[in-house]
């Protein structure tokens, strides 16, 4: 009896090691692109990079800063964009010279800190799609 509680215990902790095992996915995304050491965004990491980086323009509420940024949430383009080619759009900003900018606001390449390494942008990519 003792035994074969023992087992079960042992099969269910070996279940749960299986299933913490790889990679971290949101929404079901796949992995593949995401460069090696990289996991997929982690929304909730995402929202200190997005208060502290990019809140000032586009506001705490991500209903936009006038004069400074657009809205986020609710946004066609976050939501038409997969996590990958979201957080590369942040990695490169959109300047005003650039032929989509919309507003002529200047996005600046990683919201104007350069420190934000790949993991931090898909991170918070992944807080913005989260909101979409
Ligand atoms: C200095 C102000 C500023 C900061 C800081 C900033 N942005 Fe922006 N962002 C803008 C402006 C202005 C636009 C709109 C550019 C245009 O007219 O096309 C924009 C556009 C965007 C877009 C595209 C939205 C759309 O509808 O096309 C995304 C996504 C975005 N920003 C994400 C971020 C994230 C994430 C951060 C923080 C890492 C950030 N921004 C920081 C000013 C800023």
Known sequence: MRM???IILVALLTLVLAACGGARSVGGGT???VPPGVVA???VAGIEIYKGVCSTCHGADLKGVGG???PLAPSAFVAD???DALAESIKVGRSVRDPDNATGL???PKGGNPSLDDQDL?????YLKALN
Do not use: C, Y
Request: overall charge negative; hydrophobic content about 40%; aromatic content about 0%.
């Open 31 to 33: 992995t593949a692109t």
């Open 122 to 126: 898909l991170d918070v990519a992944a």
């Open 68 to 70: 400074l940024g657009t």
């Open 81 to 83: 964009h997969s996590l």
């Open 41 to 43: 965004g982690d929304p």
């Open 106 to 108: 200047d996005m600046p």
């Open 4 to 6: 074969g509680g023992l």
